[in-house]
T-cell receptor, first 115, second 111 residues
Framework: DTGVSQNPRHKITKRGQNVTFRCDPI?????LYWYRQTLGQGPEFLTY????????KSRLLSDRFSAERPKGSFSTLEIQRTEQGDSAMYLC?????????????FGPGTRLLVL | GENVEQHPSTLSVQEGDSAVIKCTYS??????FPWYKQELGKRPQLIID?????GEKKDQRIAVTLNKTAKHFSLHITETQPEDSAVYFC??????????FGTGTRLKVLA
């Protein structure tokens, strides 16, 4: 499968626990995005990487959220001290620099449920 | 700040009829407008996109039109089929790097 992959696909955790999600973009894509999607809403931008550099973070991303892309390939999104309001689908997308760079390809998402 | 509004939120059409979904954006510098289809429990899939240097783009039963002056763009689906039933999202650039998505339109095609 050469598309964007995410792991795990589902995560159930108790409030206060830390969780980490992984995203593997399409191999030649240097741009990587994290979004959060709640039921009935469109994806909300969280953060953006170009190669290993995190170039933009949304105000939605509190200090409990951190994302990394250490080698410019896969990325991780960590949520510390989870809260029930963090329950959502976390989507990763990637794109390639260049004229068609705006086309973002999404992964299947990680559905998080915080009890 | 940048904003994307999408209407309607739900749309029911009879099979074979046309469906139109409209989005408006606020950033006049926006130059790329994708449309995504999301089926229940699945990832958003790009179905068509348009750049600001053209006013219309077609791909079989799907078309997108762009009015830069009015800052709106629309998705047109002709000869709708039951498999077109899904949630459709528009998006527009919301700054240098990020995209802002609309709130989605749930399309139901009635057989």
């Amino acid at each position: 499968d050469t598309g964007v992959s995410q792991n795990p696909r589902h995560k159930i955790t108790k409030r206060g626990q830390n969780v980490t999600f992984r995203c593997d973009p399409i191999s030649e894509h240097n741009r990587l995005y994290w979004y959060r999607q709640t039921l009935g809403q469109g994806p909300e931008f969280l953060t953006y990487f170009q190669n290993e550099a995190q170039l933009e973070k949304s105000r939605l991303l509190s200090d409990r959220f951190s994302a990394e892309r250490p080698k410019g390939s896969f990325s991780t999104l960590e949520i510390q001290r989870t809260e029930q309001g963090d329950s959502a689908m976390y989507l990763c997308a990637s794109s390639l620099s260049g004229r068609a760079s705006e086309t973002q390809y999404f992964g299947p998402g990680t559905r998080l449920l915080v009890l | 700040g940048e904003n994307v509004e999408q209407h309607p939120s739900t749309l029911s059409v009879q099979e074979g009829d046309s469906a139109v979904i409209k989005c408006t954006y606020s950033d006049s510098a926006s130059n790329y407008f994708p449309w995504y289809k999301q089926e229940l429990g699945k990832r958003p899939q790009l179905i068509i996109d348009i750049r600001s240097n053209v006013g219309e783009k077609k791909d079989q039963r799907i078309a997108v039109t762009l009015n830069k002056t009015a800052k709106h763009f629309s998705l047109h689906i002709t000869e709708t089929q039951p498999e077109d039933s899904a949630v459709y999202f528009c998006a527009a650039p919301g700054g240098t790097y990020k995209y802002i998505f609309g709130t989605g339109t749930r399309l139901k095609v009635l057989a």
